[in-house]
């Protein structure tokens, strides 16, 4: 999810209306250049919420679009706050 602010989010999530989207855990993901290229970083988005695991609300009118991450940041995320459960890649064929 990117807000309007071009921050990205990465999250549950849950579109219970089409006025909000609830975030749990939800994370900011932080691209920071290196010799080697970017490299991609989380920082935990409003951590310290008491509602930072049951779900924050946000107001679809702070949201620019909600797309679905890369298998690869997916389950970097899914290691760090999530089940631990990451998605197989499929193999190229040799």
Do not use: W
């Amino acid at each position: 999810m990117t807000f309007k602010t071009n921050h990205t989010i990465l999250a549950e999530t849950d579109c219970t209306n089409e006025n909000q989207v609830v975030l749990k855990q939800p994370v900011q993901v932080i691209v920071q250049p290196t010799e080697k290229g970017p490299m991609m970083a989380f920082a935990p988005f409003l951590e310290f919420a008491e509602e930072f695991k049951s779900g924050i609300n946000i107001g679809m009118d702070n949201v620019l679009c909600i797309t679905t991450p890369s298998r690869e940041l997916e389950n970097k995320y899914n290691e760090v706050f999530g089940s631990g459960i990451q998605i197989a890649t499929s193999i190229p064929k040799v």
